[in-house]
């Protein structure tokens, strides 16, 4: 018997396809079955990779007694959080009201309209305290819909009524730089002084947070604060979060030292902890990271796959972290953990930056190759009808739309390619797609529209806007920052207005919760400090002049030869107007005003103020 699921793309909801259990995938066909029927919903979200997720799986949605509760009592609808972003952030807001512990696989009983009124997230299939039995859990929710409906539905009302609050937010002036030093030495107050990172077990990178602290501004006004980052990459490149064999960094410690670690290996880690790396000017890590993302999460079609799974077959049985815990000979010996192929728009824009940004200023062209493939890929299998979607498998795109977030993070993908390539049509390209994002997020306007889950607005069901940066950027700071990319390459003033006009959207809100707004905090930074910006005008791009621009402390650093700066200037990013006439010359701006040109790589400083440290 296969249920609904087995049609689907996403890999996670196909491992589901022979459950007992009736799933339907997420969609409008669900919510009218539950209205037929007039039961509660039993929204179950998780993604392939999640270890507690396949057991669950195992105990409860594997089991046909267990199943046969579910089917009877409720519509069943399975949702992979990676294809729909905004359902999970809608959900995971919604749990919140009834469980501290959240995470996934979460599960959540809605009313047919889709309001939650109970959810919590791994339940086993006997008791154990201090958690009741799923099939416990099952019995009590549907006697409560049954005998208590009236409370359950005022329960889902209050929940939503909240979260209406919640969404709400006032704009406030752009952060000066003494309050962003403020929310840095806030974050650093939360420092394992012991062990490194931030907080107890378990044990996250945060790498949205350590960009933050890294930002120059930061390390300028902040220093303090500045090197807990450093000290924090340190950490986790000595313990057992990172793979000494392949480079890659798994999900997260379990413990506060950073030992046992959940072993599923996310691209949107790895991807950020790559600039981290770079920034910190730690090479090793950073070259064995990107030697894990070229050699592990590649497609075929030339994409990265999502993530790499926690569990992998071992003389015939599921083990999480087996793989791991043997040598590299050992480790031929056995099938590597399996990678989920979903190439996911925004993710992939977080590598491909990632990757030609280290590409670039490590004379790694092989890396920028990759990752001009990757951006290949996406355009071409992740776009229907010249729109974005949300992601693709073996080049069959899916339905759920981009969001804003992957708009912004692919966009920003696409302007560094620009600059590690000097070919103008990536800018181009990025230009077109941020333009249609920031169109149809309404920026600029006092109501912006950053949800774009058809379902959930059909539904009426409140979603909570991707506002704040967790383990990846928001859509809310991924357009910022897509913005700032595209004035500081001169695409115009009205850019650097859109990335202002959206930080100041919550810049109130991420003064007083700086951990959970390192993205956009570090956005707020750079538009304090003006953008330093080189061009390096040249036939050679490996001449040592180009190499001091590689080395010098700047925010773009663009080699291109003289017929690429014009592309550059024609397509109309002022950053290049003009430079063209001659090669061999770099020019030192800031903001836009450049110091006189020169040919000799002694004379580009090194530091961001101009002079030699």
């Not at 009592?73 to 999970?88: I, L, N, Q, S, T």
């Not at 912006?448 to 379902?455: A, E, G, I």
């Not at 919550?506 to 707004?517: G, I, L, M, R, T």
């Amino acid at each position: 018997m296969t249920n609904r699921l087995a049609d689907t793309l996403s890999p996670y909801l196909r491992a589901h396809a022979d459950n007992p259990v009736d799933w339907y995938p997420w969609g409008e066909e669900a919510f009218a079955e539950a209205q037929r029927r007039d039961v509660p919903l039993l929204i179950s979200i998780g993604y392939s990779t999640c270890h507690w997720c396949h057991v669950m799986a195992r105990e409860s949605f594997a089991d046909p007694v267990t199943a046969a509760a579910i089917n009877a009592g409720f519509v069943a609808v399975k949702v992979d959080r990676e294809e729909h972003p905004d359902v999970d952030g809608a959900f995971m807001a919604a749990a919140s009201a009834f469980t501290q512990n959240l995470g996934w696989p979460l599960t959540v009983f809605a009313t047919p309209a889709g309001r939650a009124f109970y959810a919590g997230t791994y339940w086993p299939p006997v008791a154990r305290a201090p958690l009741p039995a799923f099939r416990d859990v099952l019995a009590a929710v549907r006697e409560a819909w049954t005998v208590r409906r009236e409370a359950a539905e005022e329960s889902a009302d209050a929940v939503a009524d909240v979260l209406r609050s919640a969404a709400a937010s006032a704009p406030s002036d752009l952060p000066t730089a003494a309050q962003l030093a403020d929310a840095a030495r806030m974050i650093a107050a939360r420092e394992d002084s012991t062990f490194g990172g931030f907080g107890g077990a378990p044990k996250f990178p945060v790498a949205t947070t350590l960009r933050f602290l890294q930002a120059p501004l930061v390390r300028r006004e902040a220093p303090d604060a500045a090197a807990t980052a450093a000290r924090a990459l340190a950490a986790m490149v000595s313990s057992e979060l990172r793979d000494e064999i392949d480079g890659g960094f798994f999900r997260y410690a379990t413990q506060r030292d950073w030992s046992a670690p959940h072993y599923e290996r996310m691209l949107i880690d790895n991807a950020q902890l790559l600039d981290v790396a770079r920034d910190e000017g730690d090479t090793p890590t950073a070259r064995g990271i990107a030697s894990f993302l070229l050699a592990v999460l590649p497609r075929a079609g030339g994409g990265f796959g999502a993530a790499q799974d926690s569990e992998s077959w071992i003389d015939g049985e599921r083990s999480e972290g087996g793989y791991y815990a043997r040598g590299a000979a050992a480790r031929a010996l056995l099938d590597a953990p399996a990678v989920d192929g979903k190439v996911i728009t925004g993710w992939n824009g977080l590598a491909i930056a990632a990757l030609a940004r280290a590409g670039a200023a490590l004379s790694e062209p092989e890396w920028i190759a990759a990752a001009a493939t990757a951006a290949q890929a996406v355009l071409r299998d992740n776009t229907v009808s010249g729109v974005l979607v949300r992601a693709s498998l073996d080049g069959h795109a899916a339905e759920a739309p981009a969001t804003p977030a992957d708009h912004g993070q692919f966009a920003e993908a696409l302007f560094e390619l620009a600059v590690a390539t000097g070919d103008a049509q990536w800018a181009v390209t990025a230009r077109a797609l941020l333009d249609e994002a920031l169109a149809r997020a309404a920026v600029g306007a006092e109501e912006m529209s950053l949800v774009v889950d058809p379902v959930l607005q059909s539904q009426g069901i409140v979603a909570s806007p991707d506002v704040s940066d967790g383990d990846l950027p928001s859509g809310l700071s991924s357009l910022a920052s897509a913005a700032l990319a595209a004035w500081r390459l001169g695409a115009g003033e009205r850019y650097r207005d859109a990335s202002a006009h959206l930080v100041r959207q919550h810049a109130d809100a991420a003064q007083k919760q700086p951990f959970a707004h390192g993205a956009l905090l570090r956005i707020a930074a750079a538009l304090v400090d003006p953008p330093r910006q080189i061009v390096v005008v040249t036939d050679h791009p490996n001449a040592p002049l180009a190499q001091a621009a590689r080395d010098a402390h700047a925010d773009v650093v663009a080699i291109v030869s003289p017929t690429q700066a014009r592309a550059f200037a024609d397509a109309g990013f002022e950053l290049f107007d003009g430079k063209d006439a001659r090669a061999g010359l770099a020019y030192d701006c800031r903001a836009f005003v450049c110091k006189l040109p020169v040919g000799d790589p002694a004379q580009l400083h090194p530091s961001r103020e101009g002079r030699r440290t």
